[in-house]
Structures are given as structure tokens and as C-alpha cells.
């Protein structure tokens, strides 16, 4: 039940006129996020800057987070100009990024245990207070990079990697749901994916896959990982540094087939 307005309460909160202007906020505001001037055009959490390159207003998002794989870098670059959806971008060219005078993998900062285990094993000089004011800057800004970074409902996220020889699918296989080895001899260009709707149309596919629907072994803070525990559709599309056009082939494939 609704107490009487006491003019006292009236004069100090102004009800009629605040709902008024908050509507007129809220109309300025979708008013500008339509304008492409006012549209962000980075989003950042700590070291980590990306550029937003936006392309169309479909539910598909893209993301190069490795500074350093530049063959990643260039395809993505190319791929958004002709096909519609957000790319997010990373701007350093390193693996890691800055926090703090030390570093970070932006892969690993999606989950706070992720990131602890991430900051101690590559700032190992560094003090418990220093580790802990690092992961409260993360918690502040995790959710709404990860919103940012993860498509909206029936969406997809797709993230180009380029691998080293020290990792392939086989690093993958023993902790997924399940895989579709199509291509033995080249381990290093793969997709992971963590819907099972994907993986079937995947599989039918010439190339490697693998399916992680349920985040296993331990939260290494990855986006892919959280994408799981969200369940929301995610697909990694791995080639070795340098093969440009293995990676452009494989992404054109996903977006002719998902
Ligand atoms: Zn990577």
C-alpha cells in the first residue's frame, strides 16, 4: 500500500519531474548510441585496450585479445570490412599487457582465480597486496568488457588465435566433450567450440574440432572458458602464425555454414 505524498517528501524528491527527466535521459541516450560519432570506440580493462571496429548490427562479435598474433590481426582486419557484426580489436602487440608495472595475459583475466594464478606465475616478485589490488582493478571491469565481448543471445563470438609448435588440438583433446579429427598431420589449425549445434555442423567440416560445452580441469579464466559456464556460443579458430590464408579459408567456411 502507497502512503500519502507529504509535501515535505514531494519538494525533496520531486517524483512527477524525475520520472520525466529520466525518460528524456534515456531517449537522449539511445538517440546518441545511435549516432556513430558518440558510439564508443575502445573498451579497455586494465593494459588491455581494444578497438571496436563496428560493421552492420548483427548479433556476431569478433576478437583478436593477443597483441602479438599478427597473422590473427590481419585477417580479422580484412574479414569485418565485408562482413557485418562488431571486432574487438586488441591495440598492444604483445602476448601479454601492462597492470600495475607488471604483466598480464588478457586471456586469463576472465575469472579471478584465472587471473590470480596468471599474475602470481608472471610477476612472481611481486607482494600478496600488490596481487590483490591488481584483481580488484579486474573485478571492477570484468563484467562489462566480458558483455561487451560476448554476442547477445543467439549470437556468436568467434576468436582468432595463431599457435606456436608448443600447442595444437592435442593440448584440447583430452579435455573436451568431444572432437572431430579431420586433419592428423596439421594439429595447429583448429576450431573450438563450445555448442554442440556448432560442433555437429563443425564436424562436417574438412578441418579439426573440438567441443568444450562444459568448462573441465581447472578455471584458467579464458573467455572461452566463461563462454561455457554461460553457456553462450563461442568458437576459437586456431592456426599457426603466419597462415593467413588457412585462417581466412577456415573463417569464411564458418561464415557460409554457422
Ligand atoms: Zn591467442
Known amino acids: 500500500m502507497r502512503g500519502p505524498i507529504l509535501p515535505g517528501r514531494e519538494r525533496a524528491g520531486r517524483p512527477g519531474r524525475e520520472g520525466c527527466s529520466r525518460r528524456e535521459f534515456l531517449a537522449a541516450g539511445s538517440i546518441l548510441g545511435w549516432l556513430p560519432f558518440f558510439r564508443p570506440k575502445h573498451i579497455e580493462l586494465a593494459g588491455a585496450r581494444f578497438r571496436i571496429l563496428r560493421n552492420g548490427d548483427v548479433p556476431r562479435r569478433y576478437l583478436l585479445i593477443h597483441g602479438n598474433e599478427e597473422t590473427a590481426r590481419e585477417v580479422l582486419t580484412r574479414h569485418i570490412q565485408a562482413h557485418e557484426g562488431i571486432a574487438y580489436v586488441i591495440e598492444n602487440h604483445t602476448r ?3 597492470i600495475d608495472g607488471g604483466k598480464l595475459d588478457p586471456n586469463r583475466m576472465f575469472s579471478r582465480a584465472g587471473a590470480a594464478a596468471n599474475l602470481k606465475r608472471l610477476n612472481p616478485e611481486w607482494p600478496p597486496e600488490q596481487v590483490e589490488a591488481a584483481l580488484a582493478v579486474l573485478d571492477r571491469g570484468r563484467e562489462k568488457l566480458a558483455r561487451a565481448l560476448l554476442a547477445p543471445r543467439g549470437g556468436l563470438t568467434i576468436a582468432l588465435h595463431n599457435n606456436s609448435p608448443a600447442y595444437s588440438v592435442a593440448d584440447e583433446e583430452p579435455i573436451s566433450d568431444a572432437g572431430s579429427i579431420r586433419e592428423p598431420d596439421n594439429p595447429h589449425a583448429f576450431f573450438l567450440c563450445t555448442d554442440p549445434e556448432d560442433f555437429r555442423k563443425l564436424a562436417d567440416s574438412p578441418y579439426n574440432v573440438v567441443l568444450q560445452q562444459k568448462p573441465a ?19 576459437n579458430l586456431e592456426v599457426a602464425l603466419g597462415h593467413a590464408t588457412r585462417q581466412k579459408e577456415m573463417l569464411d567456411w564458418v561464415e557460409w555454414h554457422l
Open 96 to 98: 601479454e599487457v601492462a
Open 217 to 235: 580441469g581447472e578455471d584458467d579464466g579464458s573467455l572461452s572458458r566463461l563462454a561455457a559456464v554461460r553457456g553462450v556460443r563461442y568458437l
